[in-house]
């Protein structure tokens, strides 16, 4: 099934809640406006190379579009769709004034020099700086793109607007960026899971973490669960898995990786097991933290996990999500989970706007009021209608949005 199919799944089964006519789901989720550009530069070893870059706005009706731009070979346009889409459930769910949209480069940045991620990055902006804007549509960093990569954006940016530091989020602290940002969707994921361990009746002493995924967020929010006394006893990445049933030390796993150019490969202080023996392990909770699509209906069968917490975007599967409601998984939805680095992107840009920074202990009040509103009025509707977090959530996005349109008037 592709990402954006996928995703029409589970805004129809919250849709089919809600009794919304087909025209207005058609409306809700047909994307505003999607944009292909043609990236070609010049490799450090003279060659010409070209790929493709996307950016698709998919609503505006509470604010301007938000989300983030993805670096990694496999982005194609119906991954981008899928993806704004869920921004615009995300960014309703937890009640910021913005829409959803998102971006990406069909590259991968692990076979490209300093040199040559500036210039992709130059070159698309060159590509779509008349549609996005502070006003319009602001990027932040997601897979394979970081604080570097949005400093480049904000300054290809004003060479065409002027200056204009809020064009873009997820910029160094040094730039125009916010104290905390960096941290912000992993230490969502840290205060959410202590949320749900609590009204589970759960001790984060007696839960078992497994986590898929050791970049921004998977790394992050190994350090708010370590810090917050869960057991993280096994981390991946791309080249590989780390597992130590007693409980991993989570910073010297965040030293090696700082030491080891971000990767793990060649760790000796944790057993190495393979990426998908990670996903099977006899664990409390399992966070997903890297790519979508990372459960379909026959690995659903396998998790033994009874708590899935979806770091990353699109995880689950439609019929993943089927199988993991029938065995009585708790799965608590990514549009809420990893909502916690668009929360902080919003202080940001309205930092900008302001030209005021806030301290960085503001940055993390705000960010657990934010998302402790979100997840009451999400645990309570699951409750009172008897639906899944899931749908929950997405009830919740859709109202907002749905109301917002209307209000905002149609013709
Ligand atoms: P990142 O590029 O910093 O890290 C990705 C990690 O996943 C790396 O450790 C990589 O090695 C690992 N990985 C890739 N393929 C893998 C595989 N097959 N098996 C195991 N590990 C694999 O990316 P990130 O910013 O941490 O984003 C991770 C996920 O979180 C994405 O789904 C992204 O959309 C989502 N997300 C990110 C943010 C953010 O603020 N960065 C916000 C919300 C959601």
Not at 223 to 243: I, P
């Amino acid at each position: 099934m592709k990402a954006f199919d996928a995703t029409r799944v589970f805004f129809d089964r919250a849709a089919d809640q809600m009794d919304l006519t087909a025209n207005m789901r058609e409306l809700l989720v047909t994307p505003r406006r999607e944009v292909q550009v043609q990236i070609s530069f010049e490799r450090d070893n003279g060659e010409i190379a070209t790929t493709m870059g996307y950016r698709v706005q998919h609503d505006n009706s509470r604010g301007p579009m938000k989300g983030g731009l993805r670096y990694h070979p496999e982005v194609n346009l119906d991954e981008v769709r899928s993806l704004a889409s869920l921004m615009t459930w995300k960014n309703a769910v937890v009640n910021l004034p913005y829409g959803g949209a998102k971006g990406g480069i069909a590259v991968d940045p692990n076979r490209l020099s300093m040199k040559e991620l500036e210039l992709i990055t130059r070159k698309f902006v060159d590509g779509i700086h008349d549609v996005v804007g502070p006003d319009t549509d602001i990027p932040a960093p997601d897979m394979g793109t970081n604080a570097e990569v949005m400093a480049w954006f904000m300054n290809q940016y004003g060479k065409y607007h002027g200056f204009s530091p809020a064009c873009v989020t997820g910029k160094p602290v040094e730039l125009y960026g916010a104290p905390g940002r960096e941290e912000a969707t992993g230490r969502g994921v840290g205060i959410l899971a202590v949320k749900l361990l609590s009204r589970l009746g759960r001790k984060p002493q007696d839960t078992r973490v497994a986590i898929q995924g050791f970049g921004n967020v998977g790394s992050h929010a190994a350090k708010f669960l370590h810090e917050a006394d869960f057991r993280v006893v096994a981390v991946s990445e791309v080249s590989g898995a780390y597992h130590r049933p007693e409980g991993l030390s989570v910073p010297d796993l965040i030293r090696y990786c700082q030491q080891h150019r971000g990767g793990l490969s060649g760790y000796t202080e944790a057993e190495s097991i393979s990426n998908q023996q990670l996903l099977e392990l006899d664990v409390e909770m399992l966070i997903p933290a890297a790519l979508g699509g990372v459960f379909d209906r026959t690995q659903a069968e396998k998790v033994k996990a009874p708590i899935i917490l979806e770091a990353a975007n699109g995880p689950t599967l439609p019929d993943a999500d089927e199988v993991f409601d029938r065995r009585g998984v708790i799965v608590f939805p990514d549009i809420l989970a990893n909502a916690g680095g668009v929360t902080v992107s919003y202080f940001e840009w309205v930092q900008n706007r302001q030209h005021y920074q806030w301290s960085i202990n503001r940055v993390r009040q705000e960010l657990d009021r934010v998302l402790s509103d979100a997840f009451e009025h999400v645990w309570d509707l699951a409750q009172q209608r008897q639906v899944s977090l899931r749908t929950a959530a997405w009830i919740i996005g859709i109202g907002r949005v749905g109301r917002a349109t209307v209000l905002g008037g149609i013709t």
